[in-house]
């Protein structure tokens, strides 16, 4: 039943014009827990990015993206649907799944003709249904056959893939205690840290893992890619890096690039310069490959950053409020790059707030595919806003959080929160650090956009109380 539930949907996507050389090459990249500030071409005043800043340089740059949720699961879902997380049951981390009755973006590009891979972190299910196997918790250690999910049985022909976090550096090597409290009796050299890379059903890979983290990443990918064009393929490739996701561990090659930091700065610093750097790796390889114009990369992390005094963690949301697990500014909004040389001729700047959920609809659109008309997509097309030819969003942003306690509501404009302690409404082009609640100078704005965000809410809880428990 679960089988039929998950193919049938699939019929309605109907291409319209799929064939040929236009077919543009996917990769979705993603870090974790990275924040809006913590890349060079927003101002960083230490951290060295120089392939990001190239992107920016190149490419679109979105001054206003977001993840779809202030934490990492439920963002990652939202990449693969087009949808709102809690519609298909992900509300946080380990809690939920890519159920069968949705459509993954991996189903529609392999119906047309793609290849599809996923390298880096899934967190969109459990790997193994064994007990006990993984670093899990919530839903995942208590049901690991329930939320068995993994990439391989979603249409991912290609996986190198954790089930959630990892070291970034020595990936697979308990890092011993990282922080101001130290472990009475630190690991065993060679201890496991317990997470495993799964290539398949029960496989397992150990093999070249040592070192960056991102680089063991992009040692698998560019293979795949490399595959993918001797067979003339078009390819869908995520790349989803672990940095700068906790445990932080920098190299040495990295860490000498910021001597005059503190020793948590050199670390977060560090990690993210060899994630840049991996990026760059990337690039060159598709332009080696003779396939970098027709290729799009999208980059984005998949939530704010993680909160200040949190061992090694010293990312930045600069001048935006909050930090990961917050739907403020700072734990939502994050860097947002696009670069398609074929499509994207010079730097454009977009300030139209967009987000993942908008991935899945873009990519059916720049394919001429139609989106299916038996569901609702949270997310827009934005490839009118990657050519110039619109400025303005038209159909607002909504965003869940904390188990639906707390919801916001983004125009253009203005940004609603709900919560317990009742609305707040911020101007976000004038105050994009959340200072001054407007609720009771602009009642009329703050009343309008509860209600449109109390239907929306009320629709999505209502796909979320049919999921399978």
Same mark, same amino acid.
């Given at each position: 039943m679960k089988i039929l539930r998950f193919i049938l949907p699939l019929l309605s996507l109907v291409p319209i014009s799929t064939s040929g050389t236009e077919r543009p090459n996917i990769i979705l990249i993603m870090t974790d827990d990275q924040g809006w500030g913590d890349v060079g071409y927003n101002g960083h005043p230490h951290l060295k990015t120089p392939h990001l800043d190239q992107m920016h340089a190149e490419g679109v740059t979105f001054t206003r993206f977001y993840a779809a949720a202030a934490m990492c699961s439920p963002t990652r879902g939202s990449c693969y649907t087009g949808r709102n997380p809690y519609r298909y049951g992900i509300t946080f981390a380990m809690a939920g799944m890519l159920e069968p009755a949705e459509i993954p973006i991996t189903s529609v590009l392999k119906k047309a003709g793609y290849t599809t891979g996923h390298f880096g972190k899934w967190h969109l299910g459990t790997l193994s249904k064994e007990k006990g196997d993984q670093k899990r918790w919530g839903t995942f250690a208590k049901e690991p056959e329930r939320y068995y999910c993994p990439p391989w049985e979603r249409d991912v022909d290609v996986s190198f893939v954790t089930e959630s976090k990892v070291p970034t550096w020595d990936p697979l090597m308990d890092p011993g205690p990282i922080g101001k409290k130290k472990a009475k009796r630190p690991p065993k050299p060679g201890k496991a840290y317990g997470n495993d890379y799964f290539s398949g059903p029960g496989q397992t890979i150990t093999?070249?893992?040592?070192?960056?983290?991102?680089?063991?990443?992009?040692?698998?990918?560019?293979?795949?890619?490399?595959?993918?064009?001797?067979?003339?393929?078009?390819?869908?490739?995520?790349?989803?890096?672990?940095?700068?996701?906790?445990?932080?561990?920098?190299?040495?090659?990295?860490?000498?690039?910021?001597?005059?930091?503190?020793?948590?700065?050199?670390?977060?610093?560090? !990690?993210?310069?060899? @994630?840049?750097?991996?990026?760059?790796?990337?690039? $060159?390889?598709?332009?080696?490959?003779?396939?970098?114009?027709?290729?799009?990369?999208?980059? !984005?992390?998949?939530?704010?950053? $993680?909160?200040?005094?949190?061992?090694?963690?010293?990312?930045?949301?600069?001048?935006?409020?909050?930090?990961?697990?917050?739907?403020?500014?700072?734990?939502?909004?994050?860097?947002?790059?696009?670069?398609?040389?074929?499509?994207?001729?010079?730097?454009? @700047?977009?300030?139209?707030? !967009?987000?993942?959920?908008?991935?899945?609809?873009?990519?059916? $659109? $720049?394919?001429?595919?139609?989106?299916?008309?038996?569901?609702?997509?949270?997310?827009?097309?934005?490839?009118?806003?990657?050519?110039?030819?619109?400025?303005?969003?038209?159909?607002?942003?909504?965003?869940?959080?904390?188990?639906?306690?707390?919801?916001?509501?983004?125009?253009?404009?203005?940004?609603?929160?709900?919560?317990?302690?009742?609305?707040?409404?911020?101007?976000?082009?004038?105050?994009?650090?959340?200072?001054?609640?407007?609720?009771?100078?602009?009642?009329?704005?703050?009343?309008?956009?509860?209600?449109?965000?109390?239907?929306?809410?009320?629709?999505v809880m209502e796909e979320l109380g049919k999921v399978p428990k």
């Open positions: 093999e070249n893992t040592k070192g960056d983290d991102s680089r063991v990443l992009m040692d698998r990918a560019l293979p795949f890619i490399q595959d993918a064009v001797k067979k003339e393929s078009p390819f869908f490739a995520a790349v989803w890096f672990h940095t700068p996701h906790s445990p932080v561990v920098g190299g040495p090659k990295y860490r000498e690039m910021y001597q005059d930091q503190p020793e948590a700065a050199q670390h977060y610093y560090a !990690c993210l310069t060899a @994630m840049d750097e991996q990026v760059g790796r990337l690039r $060159a390889e598709l332009k080696s490959l003779g396939i970098a114009e027709n290729t799009m990369i999208w980059f !984005c992390s998949d939530n704010g950053p $993680a909160r200040q005094g949190s061992p090694r963690h010293v990312g930045t949301a600069k001048n935006l409020k909050g930090y990961k697990l917050s739907i403020n500014e700072g734990g939502i909004r994050v860097p947002g790059l696009l670069v398609w040389p074929s499509k994207v001729k010079e730097p454009r @700047m977009v300030s139209a707030p !967009c987000f993942t959920s908008d991935y899945f609809p873009t990519i059916v $659109a $720049a394919l001429g595919i139609k989106l299916p008309s038996d569901r609702i997509y949270d997310g827009v097309n934005l490839l009118p806003f990657v050519t110039g030819e619109q400025t303005e969003r038209k159909k607002p942003l909504g965003f869940l959080n904390n188990d639906g306690k707390e919801s916001a509501w983004m125009e253009e404009r203005y940004k609603l929160i709900s919560h317990k302690k009742g609305l707040e409404l911020y101007d976000l082009v004038e105050d994009p650090g959340e200072s001054k609640n407007l609720s009771t100078e602009k009642p009329e704005t703050a009343k309008r956009m509860e209600i449109e965000l109390a239907k929306w809410k009320d629709g």
